[in-house]
């Protein structure tokens, strides 16, 4: 069972970043997006190169999500983005509150059910072989 919900997770991820990061890619061309952007998330992309590093990233990591490859630096990676993409929606836009709170449990997951890969990350003194 832990498994099957570990490959929910990973692919709802993935469909959600690389989903996020070709809609961005839409905004940046200048084109109409697909699924609609947060004006509040739009705004502190101010300057392009951000937006454009950001949507990337979100391609990369939800095609080896979805791909089933390097997950835990992928799990790593996304941390600070989902984290950013909680606490925006949190404090500036609360209309995709459930997506980022389903974002954060769905890594979560993957979080724990990697947690013997982090483990050796966390500790105090390590010693190099």
């Known amino acids: 069972m832990s498994k099957l919900i570990m490959h929910v997770s ?28 947060s004006p509040e998330a739009m705004a502190l992309f101010e300057f392009e190169y951000l937006l454009i590093i950001e949507k990337t990233l979100e391609i990369i990591c939800g095609i080896l999500l979805i791909l089933h490859q390097f997950l835990p630096l992928i799990l790593i990676i996304l941390a600070p983005v ?21 974002l954060v449990l769905a890594h ?16 105090r003194k390590h010693n190099p072989s």
């Open 10 to 37: 990973r692919i709802f991820l993935g469909i959600v970043f690389l989903t996020a990061g070709i809609n961005g890619y839409f905004v940046i061309f200048g084109l109409e997006p697909f699924i609609a952007t």
């Open 82 to 102: 989902i984290a950013n993409i909680l606490f925006l929606h949190i404090f500036l836009d609360p209309s995709l509150l459930i997506l980022a709170i389903l």
């Open 108 to 123: 979560g997951y993957l979080l724990f059910y990697y947690r013997k890969i982090f483990m050796p990350m966390i500790h």
